[in-house]
């Protein structure tokens, strides 16, 4: 065997390895509006830990507070509810994030979960994130929500049954509102 050879079947096995461990998130589809108002649609969602759920009967309680952004510069919102919250300590609520993505094709919705996976080393952390690669306009008009410029936090039951709705930064009234939902 000569050494060209060599060199290109170790680069077709490198290159087949690769494609082989490709995990490309699918695209949600959306319904044109919800047949019962406040109401989680049924979709199939794969998290950073590559493990696909059924929403809304998958979610990990029987209550789940959904932490969702639109944009990279909203996450600090995101992690300044956790903490206000206490969500990653024992004891805490069940919850989920959703970032919200216009789909960007195959290659770059594939790029995107891996930038996140190594922004997220807590593998806990990353069974808990759910992207969504769904248009934004369609998602927030379904959802009756306000826009895209600001994070916003439902709690929605596993019937999808969406309890409680809040928006922006974090206030303590909002916060005792989404509370007495997870109750």
């Given at each position: 065997m000569t050494k060209k050879t060599l060199i290109a079947l170790l680069v077709c096995g490198m290159l087949g390895v690769l494609l082989v461990d490709?995990?490309?998130?699918?695209?949600?589809?959306?319904?044109?509006?919800?047949?019962?108002?406040?109401?989680?649609p049924a979709m199939q969602v794969k998290n950073l830990a590559d493990e696909t759920k059924a929403f809304p009967k998958d979610f990990p309680g029987e209550k789940t507070l959904l932490l969702i952004a639109f944009e990279r510069e909203q996450q600090d919102q995101l992690d300044d509810w956790s903490a206000r919250l206490s969500l990653r300590t024992p004891g805490a609520p069940e919850w989920l994030e959703?970032?919200?993505i216009d789909d960007p094709?195959?290659?770059?919705?594939?790029?995107?979960?891996?930038?996140m996976k190594g922004g997220i080393e807590d593998?806990?952390?990353r069974r808990r994130v759910f992207t969504l690669y769904t248009p934004r306009q369609d998602f927030i008009r379904l959802f009756g929500l306000p826009g895209t410029t600001q994070v916003h936090l439902l709690v929605a039951d596993r019937s999808g049954r969406i309890l409680c709705k809040v928006s922006g930064e974090w206030s303590e009234e909002k916060e005792k509102s989404l509370k007495s939902a997870l109750r």
């Open positions: 490709w995990k490309i998130p699918q695209v949600v589809a959306l319904p044109e509006k919800s047949a019962v108002p406040d109401q989680f959703l970032p919200v094709g195959a290659f770059m919705r594939w790029f995107v979960d891996v930038g593998p806990l952390v």
